[in-house]
């Protein structure tokens, strides 16, 4: 049975909360396969999941670096990195 997130849009938020307090680019990497992963667990459908990863994308491109701190900005590049090499590792 495939399930279906309750607010895809919400949960790539409260990921990027946590991407944003990542102590390393190690974590940072870390928390979104974990992510990917426990979607997976769960059954949620592939449509489901890259749906996720091009609203995360889009929320992290959104983002100026005025708005962060070096160290946060830093995380938020490594996301924006990961998230695009999911996606090209996916469409493959």
Known sequence: M???LPDPDNYS???ISKLLLA?????VKRFI???IKSMQMHNI??????RFVDRSL????????????????TNIKMA???FNQLKTTHQQ
């Open 45 to 50: 459908h592939a449509h489901i999941i890259a």
């Open 23 to 27: 102590s390393s680019q190690d974590e």
């Open 58 to 73: 889009l929320h992290l491109r959104a983002f100026s670096p005025l708005d962060f701190n070096p160290e946060q900005w």
């Open 80 to 82: 924006i990195l990961q």
């Open 33 to 35: 396969l974990t992510a």
């Open 2 to 4: 495939t399930r279906m």
């Open 13 to 15: 938020q409260k990921l």
